[in-house]
């Protein structure tokens, strides 16, 4: 048949030829005689890849002419009948043709164990019952708590992402993206799931909680009493000079900022959450807004005492 193929390329004027890999990686077309006259050759073909394991499987069979245990012939749809075929033979077979055989046989072989999902369990691989699982060339599985990260147009080309803090990933729903965890949810570092947030808080039941709610309510009688005092004393000069009707508002102010405390123990609560900051935060600048004009209002008396012009 090579012969033939040579006389008819000889018999021909054409000058450039395109080759496919049918006759491109033949050993022997190259040798025969008047090759080199038929003009120019562009090759094109395939890169020949050597599959994993296929030697191995070639030496290991040669002495083998049917499946090793009868308990096998189950899962062996084929006897082994090699001939007289050396494994050097088998190996050094024209890849024209072989890797192409080579390469069908592999990928149905890689099929099977996916679609069958057989994990490492016997595969039948060419003509032998082998114990064997073909290594596959797309990327390895990510761990648990690794994201899929596509490298390329292919879903099997891919790589391995860690899920920061407050995320996680679900491999079955979505394994190619780090889901965000709810606000009352939490995760660590490479997570699948996430935990709820455990609310710890002050109950007002605590030693602690009780000693400070009773030095707020010492201040709050304290105050009180003052303001009772600066009332039935009010228009005399000590409470004047103190500052008059300005005493009651930062006493006022005072005492409504101090009822904060009492929000800051037991559920937190939106409600509570507001009222353990806004009091405070509003009644006691005001106090120090006093504390500020009436210093002010002292500087300019003592000014104006010691330079009257």
């Not at 064997?132 to 147009?153: H, M, N, W, Y």
């Given at each position: 048949?090579?012969?033939?193929?040579?006389?008819?390329?000889?018999?021909?004027?054409?000058?450039?030829?395109?080759?496919?890999?049918?006759?491109?990686?033949h050993?022997?077309?190259?040798?025969?005689?008047?090759?080199?006259?038929?003009?120019?050759?562009?090759?094109?073909?395939?890169?020949?890849?050597?599959?994993?394991?296929?030697?191995?499987?070639?030496?290991?069979?040669?002495?083998?002419?049917?499946?090793?245990?009868?308990?096998?012939?189950?899962?062996?749809?084929?006897?082994?009948?090699?001939?007289?075929?050396?494994?050097?033979?088998?190996?050094?077979v024209?890849?024209?043709?072989?890797?192409?055989?080579?390469?069908?046989?592999?990928?149905?072989a890689?099929?099977?164990?996916?679609?069958?999902?057989?994990?490492?369990?016997?595969?039948?691989?060419?003509?032998?019952?082998?114990?064997q699982?073909p290594?596959?060339?797309?990327?390895?599985?990510?761990?648990?708590?690794?994201?899929?990260?596509?490298?390329?147009?292919?879903?099997?080309?891919?790589?391995?992402?860690?899920?920061?803090?407050?995320?996680?990933?679900?491999?079955?729903?979505?394994?190619?993206?780090?889901?965000?965890?709810?606000?009352?949810?939490?995760?660590?570092?490479?997570?699948?799931?996430?935990?709820?947030?455990?609310?710890?808080?002050?109950?007002?039941?605590?030693?602690?909680?009780?000693?400070?709610m009773?030095?707020?309510v010492?201040?709050?009688?304290?105050?009180?009493?003052?303001?009772?005092?600066f009332?039935?004393?009010?228009n005399?000069?000590?409470?004047?000079?103190?500052?008059?009707?300005?005493?009651?508002?930062?006493?006022?102010?005072?005492?409504?900022?101090?009822?904060?405390?009492?929000?800051?123990?037991?559920?937190?609560?939106?409600?509570?959450?507001?009222?353990?900051?806004?009091?405070?935060?509003?009644?006691?600048?005001?106090?120090?807004?006093?504390?500020?004009?009436?210093?002010?209002?002292?500087?300019?008396f003592?000014?104006?005492?010691?330079?009257p012009?």
């Amino acid at each position: 048949m090579t012969s033939v193929f040579v006389e008819c390329l000889i018999g021909t004027s054409t000058p450039v030829w395109i080759a496919d890999n049918g006759w491109s990686l033949h050993k022997k077309l190259p040798k025969k005689e008047g090759i080199k006259t038929i003009g120019t050759v562009l090759g094109v073909s395939q890169p020949v890849v050597t599959i994993p394991g296929f030697s191995d499987f070639v030496y290991s069979s040669t002495s083998h002419s049917h499946c090793e245990k009868d308990g096998q012939q189950k899962f062996c749809n084929q006897v082994c009948n090699c001939g007289s075929w050396s494994p050097e033979s088998i190996l050094s077979v024209d890849p024209s043709f072989s890797f192409s055989v080579y390469s069908a046989v592999y990928a149905i072989a890689h099929a099977l164990h996916k679609v069958l999902q057989c994990g490492y369990q016997s595969l039948l691989f060419c003509v032998k019952c082998l114990v064997q699982v073909p290594t596959s060339l797309c990327s390895p599985e990510c761990r648990a708590g690794f994201a899929k990260k596509r490298d390329g147009i292919h879903k099997c080309c891919f790589t391995c992402e860690l899920c920061p803090n407050d995320t996680y990933v679900n491999a079955t729903e979505d394994p190619y993206k780090c889901n965000v965890c709810k606000k009352t949810e939490w995760s660590a570092e490479g997570s699948t799931s996430c935990n709820l947030r455990v609310v710890e808080y002050m109950p007002f039941t605590s030693p602690i909680a009780i000693l400070i709610m009773i030095g707020a309510v010492a201040l709050e009688i304290l105050t009180l009493a003052i303001s009772v005092l600066f009332s039935i004393n009010y228009n005399t000069p000590i409470v004047r000079s103190a500052g008059g009707p300005m005493c009651f508002l930062i006493l006022g102010c005072l005492s409504l900022s101090s009822l904060s405390v009492f929000f800051f123990f037991g559920k937190p609560t939106p409600p509570f959450c507001i009222l353990r900051l806004l009091p405070f935060i509003l009644f006691y600048t005001v106090c120090v807004a006093c504390f500020v004009v009436r210093s002010f209002q002292i500087n300019l008396f003592i000014n104006s005492a010691f330079n009257p012009f």
